[in-house]
Every structure is written in structure tokens, then in C-alpha cells.
């Protein structure tokens, strides 16, 4: 962990700044395709070290509270794989909900990533660093790790499964029928978008 003085205001906004060791490499424009219930967030937090401040200077005519099912968002696909990620402390943060904000990273991590912080003594201002590589593109869709969690659960054909939201950096897929037009849920798992690994949300 380090302490800082000077930062970037749009990305303290979103407590993320960046530290870059060596040289920036080229990156390259990667699209994907907005699905239901989509959003801005949910989408960053697909793709490892990309931002909602990234996905807006990408897609300057975005309009993140009507983004249309079907359209095309940019983003960087490469990354320098030597750039670092801080996030920077605000009021409240504790390690828990610092690395449930950032895809694919753990408590464990950001202890190896941090030696010798304090979890009780996290200040305003400090920076915690939470990734050390760049960005990588999720192998997995969202129908891929529908089928995923209909196969490795026996689902029947009639009880809809549905990419619901991310969590946690994975997607979160609904499982459930309509009973007298009623929702009844049946599970709800997580799918990790690099590897297709599930776990079930509920335990």
C-alpha cells in the first residue's frame, strides 16, 4: 500500500488510479456486444483493469443509463501487462469491499499484493494496489454460461436459466419458473467468465 498526494479527479471518483512501469503498450479496440440488463459497470468489471471512466472515453456518445441491447461497446482488449492498479481508499472502505469492487480479485490477493497493511488502519487517501497485469478478455458469454449452468446442473429445458448481473467480476445466472405468473426461483450461480467455472450463489 502507498500514500499518495496527487491524483486524476475522474478516476477518484471512482477510487481507481493507475501507476505504469516501463513502457505503454499498443492497444488494441475489442467490441462487445451490450445484452440485457447490461451496464456500464457490469460490463468493466468483465475485462481486468478496465474502468467505467475507460468505457466512456471509448464511447463518447454512450448514454449509460439507456444503453441499447444489441449495440456495440469499445474496449481495450491489451493492456501493458506491467501496469499497475491502485484503488484509492474513500471513507468506509474496508478490504472486503475494496476487492468485491474490482473483477477476479480476493482478500488473499490484495494481502500478497500489500504486504504489511493494516486492514484496521485503512486511511482516506491511501492508495491499495489490487492488480498487478493488465487487462483480459473473458473466454465465455453470457449464453455460453447459460449452457454451462443448464448442463452441470441437470436443468430441465422448461425451467428458464438467465444471465442475470456480474458479481464479483463472474456472471450471475437465475434460475427459475413462471408459476401463475410468478416468479419461482430455483437457484441462482455464478459463472467465471475466463475459466467457466460455476458455484452456487446460495451457499
Known sequence: MKKTTK?????????????VTGSVSAQSDHSVEVKPEDTLWSISQLYEGVTVDELYEMNPNVEAFNLEVGSHLKVNAEQDSSREVY???????TLYSIAN?????????LYELNPGIDPYDLQAGDEVKVRETGASEPHISKDEAETIVRDNYDIEESTNVVYDNVVDGKYLVHVYNVVDNHTATKGWYLVNPHTGETSNYMQ
Request: glycine share 10%.
Open 87 to 93: 484503488h484509492t481508499v474513500t471513507p468506509g472502505s
Open 7 to 19: 491524483y486524476l479527479a475522474p478516476l477518484i471518483a471512482l477510487g481507481v488510479s493507475f501507476g
Open 101 to 109: 469492487l474490482h473483477a477476479n480479485v480476493t482478500l488473499d490477493e
